[in-house]
């Protein structure tokens, strides 16, 4: 199932810099393992905004839950999820 999902990062200013440093470096490591297990599809950064869109291809809604639960950045996150399915006017859906 594919989602499409927006992540707002809001990261307080008076965590610790090493920390934050940590957190910010162990989520890139996380994005890119996922991305490299075809569950992350797309990882887009929205222009002028701390934010990003991502597309997931993940076996269903608890699946999506547990990857998004366990980003190191979670508790600083605020999530928004889609559920997508193909538009019926898609070339991939008119062959
Ligand atoms: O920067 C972000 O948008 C938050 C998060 C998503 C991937 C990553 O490396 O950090």
């Given at each position: 199932?594919?989602f ?9 200013r008076?965590?610790d ?78 062959p």
């Open positions: 199932m594919l499409h999902v927006r992540m707002d990062v809001a990261i307080p008076d965590l810099p090493e920390e934050r440093t940590r957190l910010v470096t162990t989520e890139k490591a996380r994005a890119l393992d996922l991305q490299r297990s075809g569950k992350w599809v797309h990882l887009w950064r929205v222009v002028g905004a701390y934010s990003n869109v991502s597309v997931f291809d993940v076996d269903g809604t608890d699946e999506l839950h547990d990857i998004l639960w366990n980003l190191p950045l979670f508790p600083f996150m605020t999530i928004t999820v889609t559920p997508l399915t193909e538009h019926p006017s898609a070339l991939s859906a008119n």
